[in-house]
């Protein structure tokens, strides 16, 4: 028997998972997938945890119910890859060979790498909402919250979903003002980037937006640390921001078993081609998703699309053929903007997101760079796509590659 | 594509001023190009950018936080010798591309 194994069961090791056992014969392919846990969240759903729109129990689901029959999981970290032998080992003692290996491990947030996150006001002032314990937390702080500087902050680049963050201060202002406490809230944006967004006709539509709803930006604030006891944010040119409650995205790095692995960069992240997602070491270890290096968002459609071309380039490494599919880094992204209303962004390594329609030229349904109703269902509806469709392998009508049907180019 | 006078030499480089060729730099460039951002170029200004020009060969972008581990500046010491964007001008000043950040 041959063997592939999985490292990590989030959204594209599943995903994974699943395209390839309905494609390898299972005569000749024994397929394992690992993880340390047993619980399958999803996240685009973690943003909403904090306004009450969605609870804990939208967002989980066992992880077992999108695992096929016959393949082996195992739960347990992992401690490291040993290329030169093509062994894992993992943290409950067990050593596994494989023929292939797919690395899907993803990132994490890192409150200890920014002095004083981490301190005695963690879950109390401040929170994130990349963690379903913080989500929830901040969703309790919320509901008696009577109003302040309520400071956004963006430490470090890159971190999973980019534009969460905008979408999180969106909706604040909304909550804020169905509560009737939106005049005692001073809402800004704290963040390394030199404006809302880094390519510059999203930056522009994004920052209208924000400005719109009375949402200051405060640009190119790269965080030193915080100050507890005087509340303030401080950044590395020794700017000050007060705050009454800080939300923030801790810095993000890969998983230590990268490291452990010798396989990634500084940030854990594993060292990857940009276009094939095979590692830069070994022939027969690819990533995907969130664990890779690849310089465009993390985010769970970058992993969907280059699923697609990760199945075609392990279904050619294993027949010994050449890895023909390109992946171009295409990434979309429903930014959800408050009163039921969200734009989307479509883009890939060298192009920016530009206006137009999505996927459709002239028909839509949805809008690029634009607030519609319509996009706002599109993101309530993937839930549903997520759990029945995407986790399951399962062809999405869109193509992997951007395509710039649609877009208009000025 | 723009062609700039930058210390007697005629360098193409982009609308914002960074170099389209990393191979047409030398001190006197970066120094012509630091005196226009007010910065006075010392050895350690030096370090820092022989060290991005390395890694940038090696086909490496770095990120502030990167070069705060590379045991030539701390983060705040990056901030001190390039004030406000120390990876957007110590990037033009090493005669490399501007930096991107891949969100």
């Known amino acids: 028997m041959k063997k592939l194994i999985i490292l990590g069961a989030g959204t594209a090791g599943t995903m994974m998972l699943n395209k390839l056992y309905h494609e390898l014969d299972q005569n000749e392919w024994e397929l394992?997938?690992?993880?340390?846990?047993?619980?399958?969240?999803?996240?685009?759903?973690?943003?909403?945890?904090?306004?009450?729109?969605?609870k804990k129990k939208d967002v989980i689901k066992p992880k077992y119910n999108f695992f096929p029959p016959g393949v082996n999981v195992i739960f347990s970290p992992i401690d490291r890859v040993e290329g030169e032998n093509n062994k894992v080992y993992l943290e409950n003692g067990q050593?596994?060979?494989?023929?292939?290996?797919?690395?899907?491990?993803?990132?994490?947030?890192?409150?200890?790498?920014?002095?004083?996150?981490?301190?005695?006001?963690?879950?109390?002032?401040?929170?994130?909402?990349?963690?379903?314990?913080?989500?929830?937390?901040?969703?309790?702080?919320?509901?008696?919250?009577?109003?302040?500087?309520?400071?956004?902050?963006?430490?470090e680049l890159p971190y999973k979903c980019p534009v969460a963050p905008i979408e999180f201060v969106c909706l604040a202002d909304d909550y804020f003002t169905k509560a009737g406490i939106r005049d005692k809230v001073n809402i800004k944006y704290a963040t390394l980037m030199s404006g809302a967004f880094t390519k510059p006709i999203a930056s522009k539509?994004?920052?209208?937006?924000?400005?719109?709803?009375?949402?200051?930006?405060?640009?190119?604030?790269?965080?030193?640390?915080?100050?507890?006891?005087?509340?303030?944010?401080?950044?590395y040119d020794g700017r000050e921001v007060d705050?009454?409650?800080?939300?923030?995205?801790?810095?993000?790095?890969?998983?230590?078993?990268?490291?452990?692995?010798?396989l990634g960069d500084d940030m854990n992240y594993v060292k990857i081609d940009k276009q094939t997602l095979q590692s830069v070491h070994f022939d027969n270890i690819f990533a995907i998703g969130d664990a890779g290096n690849l310089p465009t968002s993390k985010a769970g459609s970058v992993a969907h699309f280059s699923g697609e071309i990760l199945f075609e380039n392990i279904l050619a490494a294993i027949d010994g053929r050449e890895l023909k599919a390109k992946f171009d880094g295409h990434a979309n992204c429903y930014i959800e903007s408050g009163k039921g209303k969200a734009t989307l962004i479509d883009f890939n390594y060298d192009t920016e997101p530009l206006p137009g329609e999505y996927p459709l030229?002239?028909?839509?349904?949805?809008?690029?760079?634009?607030?519609?109703?319509?996009?706002?269902?599109?993101?309530?509806?993937?839930?549903?796509?997520?759990?029945?469709?995407?986790?399951?392998g399962k062809e999405l009508p869109v193509e992997a590659n951007m395509s710039m049907v649609g877009k208009k180019v000025s | 594509m723009p062609v700039k006078t930058i210390a007697g030499k005629e360098i193409n480089v982009t609308e914002e001023g960074y170099l389209e060729d990393m191979n047409q730099w030398n001190e006197d460039v970066a120094k012509a190009i630091a005196s226009e951002l007010n910065i006075d170029l010392t050895d350690k200004h030096f370090e820092v950018l022989?060290?991005?020009?390395?890694?940038?060969?090696?086909?490496?972008?770095?990120?502030?936080?990167?070069?705060?581990?590379?045991?030539?500046?701390?983060?705040?010491?990056?901030?001190?010798?390039?004030?406000?964007?120390?990876?957007?001008?110590?990037?033009?000043?090493?005669?490399?591309?501007?930096?991107?950040?891949?969100?």
């Open chain 1, 32 to 54: 394992t997938i690992v993880d340390q846990s047993k619980e399958h969240y999803y996240q685009p759903g973690f943003l909403f945890i904090p306004f009450g729109i969605y």
């Open chain 1, 95 to 155: 050593t596994l060979d494989y023929d292939f290996l797919i690395i899907a491990t993803g990132t994490q947030t890192r409150p200890s790498e920014t002095p004083g996150l981490q301190d005695k006001l963690w879950y109390k002032d401040i929170f994130d909402f990349y963690t379903l314990e913080g989500a929830l937390k901040l969703h309790d702080k919320l509901k008696e919250w009577e109003g302040g500087d309520l400071i956004m902050c963006i430490p």
């Open chain 1, 205 to 235: 539509m994004l920052g209208d937006m924000l400005a719109e709803k009375n949402i200051e930006i405060i640009p190119d604030f790269y965080l030193e640390s915080v100050d507890n006891d005087a509340k303030k944010i401080i950044s």
């Open chain 1, 243 to 262: 705050f009454d409650l800080l939300t923030i995205v801790p810095v993000n790095m890969g998983s230590d078993m990268i490291a452990r692995s010798g």
């Open chain 1, 361 to 392: 030229p002239g028909i839509g349904p949805f809008s690029l760079l634009k607030e519609t109703k319509m996009n706002h269902y599109g993101k309530l509806i993937f839930r549903w796509i997520y759990w029945h469709m995407l986790l399951k």
């Open chain 2, 50 to 103: 022989n060290f991005l020009r390395e890694k940038a060969k090696n086909g490496e972008t770095l990120t502030i936080r990167q070069v705060g581990k590379s045991g030539i500046v701390d983060i705040k010491e990056f901030y001190k010798l390039f004030p406000k964007g120390p990876m957007k001008f110590a990037s033009k000043i090493a005669g490399l591309p501007k930096p991107t950040s891949c969100v």
